[in-house]
């Protein structure tokens, strides 16, 4: 886990991550918290709250008994609230750094529009 | 909190003209991990022996389990303590000292310590005198985990323990914690290795308790920023700096605050290189600015930080 934000959060976008990729399919069964500690060597009380995060903000839901599952349409909710989130993550030190180094919006336009060919 | 299991109030312990503890008030809740960190000589054991029954107080107020511990059957047959270097006597074997400590833990639970004893490689005929250091070690800590102890110290458990068989008691003490829970006292110099398992910290320096709070919680509120001076004094103004180094015209501070993901975008913003402070970190950070023994640098603004 890396140091600079709270574990439960990277637990919580972990699964996320799996929800948006498909590893994890909606009504699909999620890892018990317990099995989330042992894997990624964390508290297990630290792992129950990254889960219970996105019990609260209705993207997995609990059956009684038996665990936890991701609910249906969960996949379209992140998915919109995870392109919000891409202009503040990605955009912003991207111009930044253009910035820095004198490429104008013009050329780093250019520069997205043939990347795909360039490579 | 969960219901609390040890109470410290206004704690103090004198040897002589040394303190080794200072005030120290504090609870542990039932069923967590916490980090007990410091130095050297920072008062750590001297505090498990306290909560431990090995040494009295000079002053201040002790409850474990709600009672004074102090030859407290009731109390102690709950307590399992591991101690940095526990000796035996050297006419045991290591079944024999596994064979005693099942005596005096209601709790032991034997499947658990074979299968332990396992993992360790450790030879159960093999006379105490005959183990390396490593050994001697495992076997503390093998006892510490199999007497599944409601109040379980761990002293420094590992001296000689290689990488191996420290991961191997990490990934058991979390596993028979989940499945078993109990309040567990981690006391480490290893805190990389340690702080993604504690659930709690506490850090105690020249007998005072310098930190008590959520692991979780200090994640990111500790930052080292770097770039041009100006930019480093604007965004160190939003907390209390812990640590400053110059060269030149630029900066690099490490400042302790109410930090979330704004305040990454404003120091990005401001032109700064960003890095968040590991635990470890954090605590060097802490333990060196009140020391007062660390290598000054002209223009460093030391604050007290407390909680």
Sequence with gaps: ?119 | MSPVVVTVADLTKRYGDVTALDGVSFSLGENRIYGLLGRNGAGKTTLMQILTAQQFATSGEVAVFGQHPYENESVLSRISFIKESQTYPSNLRVHHVLRAASLVHPRWNEELAQQLVDDFRLPPRRNVRKLSRGMLSALGIIVGLASRAPLTFFDEPYLGLDAVARQIFYDRLLADFTEHPRTIVLSTHLIDEVSDLIEHVLLIDKGRLLLDVEAEALRGQVLTVAGPVAAVDEFARTGAELHRALLGGTARATVRGDFGPADHDRARALGLDLEASSLQDIVVRLTTATNGSAPSTPGVTRKEVLR
Excluded: C
């Design chain 1, 1 to 119: 886990m890396e140091d600079g934000r709270p574990i439960f959060l990277q637990i919580a976008e972990l699964l996320e991550n799996s929800i948006l990729d498909g590893t994890l399919a909606e009504e699909g069964q999620v890892p018990s918290t317990n099995e989330l500690a042992a894997f990624h060597r964390i508290n297990p009380a630290t792992a129950a709250k990254g889960v219970n995060k996105l019990v609260d903000d209705g993207t997995l839901y609990k059956k009684r008994g038996i665990g936890m599952f991701v609910s249906a349409g969960a996949r379209a909710k992140l998915r919109g609230r995870r392109r919000d989130e891409f202009a503040r993550q990605y955009v912003q030190p991207l111009l930044a750094e253009a910035r820095k180094l004198g490429i104008d919006p013009a050329e780093l336009k250019h520069m997205i529009d043939t990347w795909e060919e360039t490579r």
